[in-house]
């Protein structure tokens, strides 16, 4: 393939190159037309000049923005150019000449680029974000395959609730069957970290959420790690590792995209090999009632309830960095967390807080190992028994204390970037109102 690609030109000065892309955007002036060509691994300026072929020339002032195109030309260096080069036009293919695409550099109102979302993905911002979830996703690979877990992947049609019934996404399957789309793969992790002993699964998860949030989809990705033989500490130390690593592998690899999002990259800096505070719930909840004190927070908060996002915000505010918080009332969490001995009342789960509002981003803790306090469990949460048979026999064959985690993908996206809301950390974001394009 005869093409050299944009982020490599830099080592091409000098030379006759061919590069192929789109019209990002262009302007002339008299004699010149500089054309911003993208070609998705950077844009860079072509400049036609009129007294080199007046065919060119107005072949280049004619075309509209996103026309697709051949450009033939030579590489200058430019130190004025952010990638150090601009390119020489000799000729240009138009494959495609388009007219009146939708997304003018003007600006756009958010309604509008989300039902454009297919188009609004070429921009420059949506282009590095999207940069910044393939680095985040690889890392989490890395980091789970250089640790000795295994990749063993979770069903997506199943026939019961993992995290509470009322988020269920249900579907018909063959006759007269009901399957429901998989909340999360930790019960099946369950069984495969009986085997691997460690093990994770990755991919797409599903929630009927009726939030209308900046940090909720209803389809997202998570990355599940399973650990037998572990406990509730282990469950943090294995989040702060990879917390750890991604934001290193964040700041060395995406220098260029963090800096097209204007990301102040001092507040990550700070991260990496970082030891997390882990701070009980007795006392997340003294800090909230502290804050309503002050009269930093609108709402006196109750021992026994869930955070809501200001109270989030707030606790991870208190130590700038992320936070695990740790020992939940049971009754906020789901039917499979393992207890704490001296207070029954406690869940072992722990949630990692981001820093700058950006919220849970994992979630996860110490399952129950107990058959009889599991089946009850089960009972009390309505959940159909039948369901959670296979469940059980995890219980009754080798029953091992065992912990893990899920982290999404999209959350934690949002926060490498510093952007305000998860829809524009996935291609396609699926959300309360949201079913298209
Ligand atoms: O805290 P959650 O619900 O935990 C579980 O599903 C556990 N079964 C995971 C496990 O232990 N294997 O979800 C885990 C993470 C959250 O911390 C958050 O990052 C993300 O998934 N998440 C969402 N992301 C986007 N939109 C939503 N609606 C989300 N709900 C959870
Ligand atoms: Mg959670």
């Not at 930790?186 to 599903?206: I, K």
């Not at 990259?265 to 990496?272: F, Y």
Request: glycine fraction near 8%; charged fraction near 25%.
């Amino acid at each position: 393939m005869n093409q050299t690609y944009i982020n490599e030109l830099k080592n091409h000065i000098g030379e006759a190159v061919t590069l192929k892309g789109w019209l990002y955007n262009s302007r002339s002036s008299g004699k010149l037309v500089f054309l911003q060509l993208r070609d998705g691994t950077g844009i860079v300026q072509c400049v036609v000049f009129k007294g080199n072929s007046e065919e060119v020339f107005e072949k280049a002032k004619a075309l509209g923005q996103e026309s697709a195109l051949i450009v033939h030309g030579s590489v200058k260096e430019d130190t004025r150019s952010s990638i150090g080069v601009e390119v020489d036009v000799k000729d240009i293919e138009v494959l495609q000449n388009a007219t009146d695409y939708p997304i003018t550099p003007k600006e756009h109102g958010t309604e509008f680029l989300m039902d454009n979302r297919h188009l609004w993905i070429r921009s420059k911002k949506q282009n590095a974000v999207l940069k910044v979830r393939h680095t985040v996703v690889k890392a989490t690979r890395d980091f789970f395959d250089n640790n000795g877990f295994i990749l063993a992947d979770t069903p997506i049609f199943t026939p019961a609730a993992c995290e509470g019934t009322t988020t269920l996404f249900e579907v018909d399957y063959f006759e007269d069957d009901k399957a429901y789309l998989t909340q999360s793969g930790q019960l099946y992790n369950e069984a495969t970290a009986a085997s691997l002993g460690r093990s994770y699964c990755f991919g797409p998860v599903f929630r009927a959420e009726k939030s209308k949030t900046r940090r909720h989809l209803t389809e997202f990705w998570m990355v599940e790690p399973e650990m037998t033989y572990a406990h509730l500490d282990d469950v943090m130390t294995l989040g702060e590792g990879l917390i750890n690593f991604i934001v290193e592998r964040v700041l060395n690899d995406r220098q260029e995209e963090l800096k097209i999002l204007e990301r102040d990259v001092s507040k990550l800096e700070t991260i990496p090999q970082n030891k997390f505070p882990r701070v009980h719930y007795d006392e997340a909840v003294k800090l909230l009632q502290e804050g309503f004190a002050n009269g930093e927070l609108e709402n006196n908060f109750e021992w026994g309830s869930d955070f809501g996002a200001p109270d989030e915000t707030y606790i991870s505010a208190q130590f700038n960095q992320p936070v695990f918080v740790h020992h939940f009332p049971a009754v906020i969490k789901a039917f499979y967390f393992e207890r704490d001995k001296e207070r029954p009342e406690l869940a072992l789960g722990a949630d990692l807080l981001a820093p700058e509002g950006y919220g849970e981003i994992i979630g996860g803790g110490e399952r129950a190992t107990n058959l009889e306090f599991l089946e009850k469990q089960i009972t009390e949460h309505n959940l159909p028994r039948e369901s959670f048979e296979w469940y059980l026999d995890l219980r009754r064959f080798g029953s091992v204390p065992h912990a893990g985690f899920g982290m999404g993908v999209e959350r934690a996206t949002a926060w490498m970037c510093g952007i305000e809301h998860v829809r524009e950390t996935i291609p396609f974001p699926r959300m309360l109102y949201r079913l298209k394009p």
